[in-house]
């Protein structure tokens, strides 16, 4: 995959990710608005994050990170590539079947693991109720990342991309029906988490179908090929789990605060839509593009796609990181000020993006950064790093919660983030060229921060300037427009005029191959 194919496709999953981001917004707002930050929406925050983060821990981010890998070495060989991926098709249904029963059996202990400050009050029943009801949803969307790695490897990113549009759409049909005909919010919501995850593996398992990939339930048979696999994931797994150990702190963390873990939810929404539009979408494409180029001994094939992917990466999160941090009150009032989120959820839901917002490159170089590790097939180096970086956020959480509160869990985690690409990158000075920045990376770089402060002023003085507009009920929605455009504008403008970037990169990018 040459980089400016690599980057194009970047852009179709990111341009997926993006709608999904913007129904996720539209989801998160309807739930403000019905649930606030009540007991109701503390407790399905919790029971839905505990599928998502197994899900993480399985598939996502180390089954996959393994899996995805050795998939493009068998298509590029030509070996049997659709009977090794049946085989780990069928040995993550067996495990996963058997996991999702015991973890529902089990749910009260989940609860308390990961918000020990719900006991004793509504919200830890609550929680319980909605986690056995949605746990099964890791079984489904962990099948679902396995086929996706299938897709993405073969170069067909639209499908995958499209299942958590299809996701949020659902609890949005569903929130709606619960207000129409008087449905129990809640329970509404904790049903449809199954109902969406059926939907997901439909619609992914057709997909693969299509492209000749009939993945079929087998009966478990550990293969040598099964084995390298497991080999290979056994760190990633680790390192999976140390990440969800850092989420588990900063909720026990926000736990004991009321309303801090629904604060922390809403700001972790809008800090992914960035997260999710750039930094998961070029590690989504680069993953497989590095393992091909490496498996065919490409070295500068692949520092060429590093860095313009990185460069790429940058370019679209540094001023959106500066963006976060300096408008986060008005974003946040706008998006979610109404109903049952008051003053007081605004003002510390904006203060943790903020926050958030500053770690936000550091997330996004870690998924540009961590495949050059994957690719080949090392998985140890990473999870090293992760658990250095979990005694930093450990740390930092617990000993900052007396001074300032909840926000030491949002503070842990960006520190940690950073803290995590320090040792990303000092561990590929052993790789040689192949993991080098090149001159046109370092000569744009410096410009591109330069075209970020431009926007983060411009920005500074219309928040001032348009802060009883912002108020003002009618005309806050077209005067955070105004702001928006008017911020990307500005970075634009100065990156145009730093030559930060050129407008033939981009055409280059979005240009149709005949």
């Known amino acids: 995959m040459k980089p400016v194919r690599l980057i194009r496709s970047a852009l179709v999953v990111g341009s997926w990710t993006l709608l999904s981001r913007g129904a996720g917004f539209a ?4 739930m403000a608005a019905y649930l606030g930050a009540g007991p109701a929406a503390e407790a399905f925050l919790v029971a839905f994050s505990l599928p998502n983060m197994f899900r993480r821990f399985f598939a996502e981010g180390a089954f996959n990170m393994a899996f995805v890998p050795m998939f493009a070495k068998k298509l590029q060989s030509g070996e049997d590539a659709k009977g090794f991926a049946e085989d780990a098709f069928g040995g993550m249904l067996a495990i996963l079947t058997l996991f999702s029963l015991i973890g529902t059996a089990l749910m009260p202990w989940l609860v308390w693991a990961m918000a020990a400050g719900f006991a004793g009050d509504e919200r830890f029943v609550l929680a319980v109720l909605y986690g056995r ?27 995958a991309s499209f299942v958590p549009v299809l996701m949020n759409l659902l609890f949005i049909a569903a929130m709606w029906l619960a207000a129409q005909f008087g449905w129990d919010m809640g329970l509404t919501l904790a049903w449809t988490v ?8 439909a619609l992914t398992w057709a997909s693969a179908a299509r492209v000749g990939y009939v993945l079929k339930p087998r009966r478990p048979k550990l293969t040598p090929e099964l084995k390298r696999l497991f080999v290979i994931a056994a760190p990633a797994v680790l390192a999976g789990g140390v990440v969800q150990v850092n989420l588990l702190v900063g909720r026990q963390v926000a736990s004991f605060t009321e309303g801090a873990v629904a604060w922390l939810a809403y700001a972790d929404r809008l800090y992914q839509l960035p997260l999710g539009v750039v930094g998961i979408a070029i590690g989504t494409v680069l993953l497989p593009d590095l393992s091909r ?59 943790a993006l903020a926050i958030y917002g500053a770690g936000l490159p550091a997330f996004v170089l870690q998924k540009t950064l961590q ?12 999870f090293r790093f992760a658990l250095i970086s979990m005694f930093v956020n450990l740390g930092i959480a617990i000993g900052l919660q007396p001074l300032i509160g909840f926000a030491a869990a949002a503070l842990a985690t960006t520190l940690a983030g950073w803290f995590m690409v320090l040792q990303l990158w000092a561990g590929t000075r052993a790789m040689g060229e192949a993991a080098r920045a090149d001159a046109r990376l370092l000569s744009r770089l410096w410009r591109i921060l330069l075209a970020c402060l431009v926007m983060g002023a411009v920005l500074y003085g219309l928040q001032i300037a348009l802060q009883d507009l912002l108020s003002a009920r009618g005309l806050r929605w077209p005067a955070l427009g105004l702001l928006v455009i008017c911020g990307m504008l500005s970075y634009f403008a100065a990156g145009f005029a730093l030559r930060a970037f050129r407008l033939s990169d981009f055409k280059s990018a979005l240009r149709r191959r005949g």
């Not at 989801?27 to 309807?30: C, E, G, H, I, S």
């Open 27 to 30: 989801r998160d707002m309807m």
């Open 133 to 159: 009801i949605g746990f099964c949803y890791i079984l489904f969307i962990s099948l679902v990342a396995l086929i996706s790695g299938v897709l993405n490897t073969m170069g067909r990113f639209t499908e």
């Open 194 to 201: 199954p109902v969406a995850g059926i939907a997901q593996f």
């Open 293 to 351: 180029r490496l498996s065919a001994n490409d070295l500068e094939g692949s520092r060429n796609s590093l860095n313009r992917a990185t460069e790429l990466s940058l370019a679209l999160t540094l001023p959106a990181a500066v963006a976060l941090m300096v408008m986060a009150t008005p974003l946040i009032a706008v998006l979610y000020g109404r109903g049952e989120f008051g003053a007081t959820d605004i003002t510390n839901t904006a203060l």
């Open 371 to 382: 495949p050059l590790y994957y690719a080949r097939e090392d998985t140890r180096r990473p």
